[in-house]
């Protein structure tokens, strides 16, 4: 069964920064889009961001664009979230999940993705970030 551990949360102050490490135990890593989810208490879940299987491309949520990165290493089979400049709003847990990928999809396509299209959801990792 698929595995995914994610790490990196904790508690930070208001513009500071946090590393989000997505590591699946997944056949074929680099076959799959990898994204990252969050949910805050009484909210639903919602889309980050993701990294498609290959070439660098890559969808934000207009709220995080400019604020946060996302990288993988297929060779460790992790995904990376770099978090900068955070805010109170971006307190929630944190999850990762994958979608398998015929061919990498653009960036446009990326963007279109339903949350129900991805799989094998972690645990979730928790950012906090106090004012």
């Known amino acids: 069964q698929v595995q995914f551990v994610e790490s990196g949360g904790g508690l930070v102050q208001s513009g500071g920064s946090l590393r989000l490490s997505c590591a699946a135990s997944?056949?074929?890593?680099?076959?799959?889009?990898i994204g990252w989810f969050r949910q805050a208490p009484g909210k639903e879940r919602e889309a980050v961001s993701y990294i498609s299987s290959a070439y660098g491309r890559t969808y934000y949520a207009d709220s995080v664009k400019g604020r946060f990165t996302i990288s993988r290493d297929d060779a460790k089979n992790t995904v990376y979230l770099q978090m900068n400049n955070l805010k109170p709003e971006d307190t929630a847990v944190y999850y990762c999940?994958?979608?398998?990928?015929?061919?990498?999809?653009?960036?446009?396509?990326?963007?279109?993705?339903?949350?129900?299209?991805?799989?094998?959801w972690g645990q979730g990792t928790q950012v906090t970030v106090s004012s």
């Open positions: 997944l056949e074929a890593f680099d076959y799959y889009a």
């Open positions: 999940a994958a979608k398998w990928e015929v061919v990498p999809l653009t960036a446009q396509a990326l963007g279109l993705l339903p949350l129900s299209d991805f799989a094998s």
